[in-house]
């Protein structure tokens, strides 16, 4: 028996914070809390968490449902998922052909536990890699790796147990067993080289050990009961590499067992990939091959796209609305709907320095903006109007908050005569921390600046309320740069996250956590999350998220949430098989391309 355990010093740090808070939030077992590298777990969504069955080996989603803390029946299971191919949507598949997809930027190495910045670079990455579990559509995750006898729990749900299928084969021949998926989590969470993967990588709050019994059995250990980690191994960033792997090594070549194999790199122009004939889904993929092609004028895109040369695209742009609804209304082409877009648009604030550090100087400010008014200035030129965000839930998502409780009750989101009142009220708080005249302050944002983050419209906002604002532009590598080191005062930015939903959240308040680049600290907000992770009845998992997000927008308002758009892509009715899964962006099934085909 293999046992591989990680050493770093995270775990003593965690050990420290986390004994006088855990004492009176968990009922047993052990918990973790962020450290200034990473982010602690999080509760599941209602749907993440399907009844108790008795023990057996069976493909699983997620740990029961059960109205304690933390305790759970020992080894559970969840229902088989019925045959995808049973979905009328798959009729008829056929093999053969392929298709060309634009891309702003073709990756730049063959690396998705380390790739970031763009999302786009997973597309071609995604179809080169398998993950241990994969989504193809919805929030459904299955094992993807796993033979007939699937998945389950044991140790009252803190321990996975995985059967995997023997005979998956790498592109480089080798054979795929647990030593591989055991030393690809540990390089996702940074115990190989002590990068952590940004998108993945905060699986080290939830994963004590890995286990390797044998070839084809492995165990994952967690802290806690965590349904969060199937769907967290389920995005393209937590792609399986061949035990050995380096860094360095993927920057030359992939090392993985993916649907398709790499024919021709033109490094910074087109992926060329084909069909692997050793992949170990039967029929599948039913494409021969995929270029992509790096395209930076989105402009370009869209001709690609309307003269058939592409299968699908995102233009929300209301420039070609009329075009592309007459496509739609013949049959030609549908729209998918993505709901909640990337993220959140927000104004941040640098709670660690004046004027920022003062909670009236933030409700005041917060007080002052007119959301309808950003929200015109976010949505000019988009087909898809503009709704509101708050904390990163768009209405329509599992944890969103109904509209008739966000307009004129939500600080800041004051309408008509009530966002008169708001502006006097915002003017009234920051003569109290103050300042009756205003202060001078910078917005920083992206340059060149764009209208979705609507700068202008903010700053006019702000100084006609009395403050003296300038925006503040850099390019988005200095951008990064300076809101990392919390150089600045106030910023404009949106931020995606991986699996829109209150796990991920936790980054951006925590205290230390990964993503906090408002240097926020609340001991309340931290309790909550960590209670809330723990939590695995789903309504009371609800309940202590909706008491989060009470602090973060109505009391200590770290940042305003504003505006957003939910994500649009067309696709032509040619082009089969498409199913949008927990996020476009990082979903593991768009991305494997094994189940798309073209007639």
């Not at 069976?58 to 304690?68: C, G, L, M, R, V």
């Amino acid at each position: 028996m293999k046992s591989i355990r990680p050493h770093h010093p995270r775990y003593t740090l965690m050990a420290a914070f986390l004994i006088p808070l855990l004492a009176f939030v968990l009922a047993c077992g052990p918990g973790e809390e962020p450290t200034p590298t990473s982010v602690p777990a999080a509760a599941p969504t209602a749907t993440s968490a399907p009844a108790a069955a008795p023990a057996a080996a069976a493909t699983a989603t997620s740990a029961p449902s059960t109205s304690a803390p933390v305790a759970a029946p020992t080894a559970t299971s969840a229902p088989v998922p019925t045959d995808w191919r049973d979905d009328p949507k798959w009729a008829g598949a056929k093999r053969g052909g392929g298709v060309e997809q634009a891309q702003t930027q073709v990756a730049p190495f063959f690396d998705p536990q380390l790739l970031t910045l763009i999302n786009r670079h997973y597309e071609g990455n995604g179809k080169l890699y398998l993950n241990l579990f994969i989504n193809y559509e919805g929030r459904v995750v299955e094992c993807e790796l796993c033979s007939d006898k699937g998945w389950w729990y044991e140790n009252s749900n803190k321990t996975l147990v995985f059967d995997l299928r023997p005979g998956i084969k790498f592109h480089s021949g080798s054979e795929l067993t647990s030593a591989d998926v055991a030393y690809s989590i540990r390089m996702i969470m940074g115990e190989i080289d002590g990068i952590v993967s940004q998108r993945a990588g905060f699986l080290n709050k939830y994963v004590e050990s890995v286990e390797t019994p044998s070839d084809y059995t492995m165990k994952i250990h967690l802290f806690q009961p965590a349904p969060i980690v199937p769907k967290l191994l389920s995005v393209s960033p937590a792609a399986i590499y061949q035990d050995g792997t380096t860094r360095a090594d993927l920057k030359i070549a992939p090392a993985g067992a993916g649907a398709f194999i790499v024919d021709e790199i033109t490094p910074g122009s087109s992926w060329k990939l084909v069909r692997n004939p050793n992949y170990f889904k039967e029929g599948q993929p039913y494409l021969d091959w995929w270029n992509h092609l790096q395209i930076p004028d989105k402009n370009s895109i869209t001709a690609a796209f309307l003269t058939h040369k592409i299968p699908w695209a995102a233009i929300p742009g209301k420039a070609f609305e009329s075009q592309l609804v007459k496509l739609e209304d013949s049959g030609d082409i549908q729209r998918i709907v993505e709901l909640g877009g990337c993220g959140q648009w927000f104004v941040g604030y640098n709670t660690s320095a004046p004027p920022f550090n003062d909670v009236k100087v933030r409700q005041g400010v917060n007080l002052i903006f007119d959301r309808t008014l950003i929200g015109a200035v976010h949505g000019a030129g988009n087909i898809l109007p503009p709704v509101p965000s708050v904390m990163f839930e768009h209405p329509g998502q599992p944890y969103a908050t109904p509209l008739d409780e966000i307009w004129d009750t939500i600080p800041g989101w004051g309408t008509g005569a009530n966002k008169v009142k708001e502006i006097e009220e915002g003017k009234k708080l920051l003569a109290d921390a103050g300042y009756p005249s205003g202060f001078e302050v910078e917005l920083m944002a992206t340059a060149p600046l764009s209208a979705s983050m609507a700068a202008e419209e903010m700053q006019a906002q702000l100084n006609a309320a009395g403050l003296k604002v300038t925006i503040d532009p850099h390019p988005s590598n200095i951008y990064v740069q300076k809101l990392t080191n919390l150089d600045y005062k106030m910023n404009t930015y949106g931020n995606c996250t991986v699996l829109r939903e209150p796990d991920d959240y936790a980054a951006y308040f925590v205290t230390g956590g990964s993503r906090n680049l408002r240097a926020f600290s609340n001991a309340e907000v931290d309790r909550l999350f960590v209670e809330m992770s723990a939590e695995v009845d789903p309504v009371r998992a609800r309940e202590l998220f909706f008491e989060i997000q009470h602090i973060i927008v109505y009391e200590q308002i770290p940042w305003s949430t504003l505006m957003s758009t939910d994500g649009l892509y067309w696709a032509w009715n040619n082009f089969h098989g498409w199913g949008v899964g927990i996020a476009i962006g990082v979903s593991s099934g768009m991305h494997r391309g094994d189940r798309l085909w073209v007639d």
